[in-house]
Every structure is written in C-alpha cells, then in structure tokens.
C-alpha cells in the first residue's frame, strides 16, 4: 500500500506561486506514475499534471500549461507541482495519486490540499 499525503496549499493572490508536495510512504513510488488532479467546489475532478516513474516524461493539462510544473524526487518518495502565476479559477482542492504500471490506473489517492486564488 502507497499512503500519500500533501501539503503546500493556502490562500494566495492572483498571480503568485504556491509549491505542492505529495510525500509517499509505505513503499518506495519509483516505478510508479504520479499525477495532480483538482476539484473545485461544485465540479467533477480534472487532470492538471502526470510525471512518468523516471521523471523523463511531463504532461499537463492545457488550463495549466506554461504555468505549473510537476517534477519527482524519488530519492525523497515525493512528487511536487510547482504553480506561477495563479488564477482565481485554479482555486481547488488539489489530489496527488500514483499509479502502478502494472494497473495502469491511479489506484492511490491522497486527501488532498486547499488552494484558495483571490482575484
């Protein structure tokens, strides 16, 4: 089992940066995928970011191109997303998952982490 858990949310003006950090434990993350996701209030989940399990291969949602940057210390278990340049829009709880390469899906989920854009 894969426990994760974020930090690095809060309430931020537009235009600012705020660095996540999903710290794993209970076994090492280095085979697996690793993705953000967020929800805000009222809408269903959406992708923002994946990191292959080398950190060789980034993907990002359009919403966020240019923007956040998701990157991985698997020395550390753990994944970041760096966020610049912050809208009110990307206000959300924001989800690291990993994802086995033998499921091929993101069987692991974290609780998740505020961020709170004010205009």
């Known amino acids: 089992q894969v426990q994760l858990v974020e930090s690095g949310g809060g309430l931020v003006q537009a235009g600012a940066s705020l660095r996540l950090s999903c710290a794993a434990s209970?076994?090492?993350?280095?085979?697996?995928?690793m993705g953000w996701f967020r929800q805000a209030p009222g809408k269903e989940r959406e992708f923002v970011a994946r990191?292959?399990?080398?950190?060789?291969?980034?993907y990002n949602a359009d919403s966020v191109k240019g923007r956040f940057t998701i990157s991985r210390d698997n020395a550390k278990n753990t994944v970041y997303l760096q966020m610049n340049t912050l809208k009110p829009e990307d206000t959300a709880v924001y989800y690291c998952?990993?994802?086995?390469?033998?499921?091929?899906?993101?069987?692991?989920w974290g609780q998740g982490t505020q961020v709170t854009v004010s205009s």
């Open positions: 998952a990993a994802r086995p390469a033998w499921t091929g899906s993101y069987d692991y």
């Open positions: 990191i292959n399990w080398n950190g060789g291969t980034t």
């Open positions: 209970g076994r090492t993350i280095r085979t697996y995928d």
